[in-house]
């Protein structure tokens, strides 16, 4: 390395001192200004940063400062710069930043029945494949397995909180913390034998149990009851459960007219509709999340609007499984909390977000001859902040504001199919792909960093799965 | 290297040039079986090799034999390695094999306008957005890069074959050529001014010539007529078309009963049905490809059986639009060759063939409240070979089959959502992305390999497609 050696001409030989004390004070001051910025955990920057707020939509060339957790700062890269300083930084070139998605409906470690069967009738399809294959193959092991599989696949495609209905909730809960995702976690209850239980009493009693000593623990499971729906589920035992879940303040998720048969059965045993019966049953509040809610008359959209019901929309599922085509327009006009779901992966066949995202915009213009309906934006909404709203969470999670976690994810621009950019919400709804994720943060944590899984073993956890899936293979040919 | 003496015992001694001697007849016979083996140019190998042939759908642990071009040798990778040997080998660890995509209907250099401007009803955008745009930008610079930007995202989502209808499509066609792929290239002509045209008459007379200049030349380009649509071209200049179609042996590609507009229009003007009306124009044969037909009536159903129409379903463009939704169970009930297409990216907004077949699957049960209606073998067929009859290209590609176009795509199955595996076409249907796509391979020629392009220049389309996006952009605000 070459010493540089400053000459300073004649005249200012005398002055030599004075600089050297002006450089002296000029470099303390800068300093002083470094040692000002604010120390962060985080630096998250985005070429465009969408942050889902009604205040300020999309921030170009942004960033967000995270602390603890939490989200202390949005705005320009700028000056997100001069304020703070970070141990780890996350360049945004060529990435969109924002918040992760919500799946508001699945039923996680179902990925190992993925594509089973499929093209199936319903009856069919539950009782030669889904519940013989339960029945045999769901135990706490499968459980392990599946929900890793099922959060390496959400972390891949950038859902970063998920509403769960499952059996061994424990067991889930506990592989979701160790992953470090978010979730809403249903312990099952239904009248009929299931994998663990033998009918209503020993899954509602683990149900109530499950939440009570979830919500002492203060991670980021949230432990709720998952009711299978009103035609399994007697009147008694759903207004019982409904009271103890208003009791322990936590959330019902549930499936709700989801099915033509499901109307069918309601109207014979109780002469009601499904959210008519369900509200005259105590559950309509807005700690109840309901999936799928394909037949809602005029008079229930009202009443899911005025209780603050969060309606899961599944459009994939709901299509695959021949259930319907939901009125989200209408539900949504009249002011009812919707959400996006992915359901399980034995009726998707995937959890990617993405794909619902683009459904639920592209449907229901097609069906009502109205190419304005569901406009990028709106479907954008119940993804992120309006799931989160549907889902209860939307204190904590659903955009990117101050004060908010910090679950983030970035998006690569640099595919052909994202190419030219017009409009970021746009390219987000209609082009975006899951495998444009690359980075996916929850709570500050990465969890993810240009497409490598920090907290989870991909090739291990693919190799147990296909171990699963070759017995169950094995199964299916003996049938 | 430890060198290696053989030590003979005592009683074998005498025996040594005997024993030397059958060693070295041996080893000239494995050498001269080795010699047999036919030498070919390319041999790729499947996990999973789904031929898409009625014969023998998937092979497991399979390979292809292509020399010139062509598919010679088509069985498993054991069989295969002991009759041939490659100058190049792919291997099929972790990977299906299977025909490339065809994507039928298309307006490839639309990508650039991807995004532009959604959610609008479809005369404020055409009328606000792509007809001014196009009036303002589209020109041959314009084609050379959109066609590459779209060849780029077809190689990578593995569609080998489109159908196109846009501008300038000699321009077109050489940027195919050079790129790789193969393609239906239509020279569009309508009534009206058009980029390039002054109206029917000079874009009539263009396509003439391009369809005989073209198909002088033996590439993959194969021309044709492009009539934009029975309500933007004269009874009297399509009934000209077609008499000079037939005569020329070239393809017709139009848009055909897309929306219920242009039902009315065509009823009051000629009193009529769309397809009864082109019927009546002569119209009707195996070179017609048309694009949508989302509303045909039961009798024009069977004349499209009945004259072997191709069909192409565009799902998320017809969803997008508002068009509606083709009745595609029926027209296959009834025999009707139908195949899948894209739409140009603006109304798409991409060029991901993957995304097409899910929602074929998905769309009409849903629609039709039947979940066995459009199985994904149907479904995969209709992006395959299926496509390839609807496009009368069915004798040169759309499946695994010796003497076949090599035309081949890989899809990686290493991905959580492809695991576990049970049904390979259920996978490829319902779980599937383009982003799966690892090799794209047209004419035996490899045009991606491992996610990477050897014919195209991926840095340098995408500078060049911001650019155009950029001026766009500018022209917009000006609005």
Redo the contacts between chains.
Sequence with gaps: MKKITIKTPGILSNLKPLIFGIFITLSLLVTACAAEKESVDLIVQGRYVVTMTPEMPVIENGAVAVKDSVIVAVGTADDIGAKYTAKTNISGKDRILMPGLINGHTHTSM??F???A?????MP?LRNYIFPMEGQFVDPEFIDVGMK?AC??MI??GTTTFVDMYFYPDREADVIEACGLRAIVGSPSIDFPSPGFKGWDDSYGAAVKFVKERKSKSGRVIPAFAPHAPYTVSAEHLADLAKMARKLKAPITTHLSED?AELDQIKERYGTTPIQHVKNLGLLDNWLIAAHVVHPTAAEIKLLAKYKVGVIHNP?S????????SPVPEMLKAGVRVGLGTDGAAS?????MW?EI??A???H????????????ETVLKMATIGGAEAIRLDKLVGDIAVGKRADLIQLDL????M?????VI??L???A????VVTTIVDGHILMQDGKFLTLD?EK??RQ??E???R??KA?QKK
């Design positions: 990925v190992l993925r594509g089973m499929d093209d199936l009738a319903l399809w599989l390496l696949e891949r495609g033509r994939t709901n299509l695959k499984t021949a259930a319907g085509i998707n066949n995937d959890l990617n794909e683009r459904l915009a592209l449907l213009k097609g069906v009502n001859y109205d190419a304005t309906l569901m406009p990028a640099s595919g052909a199919h190419t030219p950019l017009y409009n746009s390219h709804v209609y082009a792909t899951g495998s444009d991909a956890i693919r799965a296909n699963i899936g070759a169950i293979t299916l």
